[in-house]
Nanobody, 122 residues
């Protein structure tokens, strides 16, 4: 099957930056779309950013131009650069991907990573 593993989370002070990474592995033909979601304490999971295979991006309003999503199709990896972090950004961040599972281009399955904790605090 396919697994997604996030990394790069941690504890930072307000205004600092973090770069989250998502590594996909397994029976991957290609990844159609990748995205990042987060779940803050007491809140529902919400979309942070999404990027298509062609590079089209979509950002939640609350990133306020601070976050940048990217991907490396050759490596089946994705990244979320988070700048100017705020305490409100504290959450568990999840990688999500629509994966074309080998051996067919047409069998698309959605996968989630286990999440990585981002804590922004003074």
């Amino acid at each position: 099957q396919v697994q997604l593993v996030e990394s790069g989370g941690g504890l930072v002070q307000p205004g600092e930056s973090l770069r989250l990474s998502c590594a996909a592995s397994g029976d991957i033909f290609s990844i159609a779309a990748m995205g990042w979601y987060r779940r803050a304490p007491g809140k529902q999971r919400e979309l942070v950013a999404r990027i298509t295979e062609g590079g089209t991006t979509n950002y939640a309003d609350f990133v306020k131009g601070r976050f940048t999503i990217s991907r490396d199709n050759a490596k089946n990896t994705g990244n979320l650069e988070m700048n100017g972090l705020k305490p409100e950004d504290t959450a568990v961040y999840y990688c999500n991907a629509d994966v074309r599972v080998r051996p067919t281009f047409y069998n698309i399955e959605n996968y989630w990573g286990q999440g990585t904790q981002v804590t922004v605090s003074s």
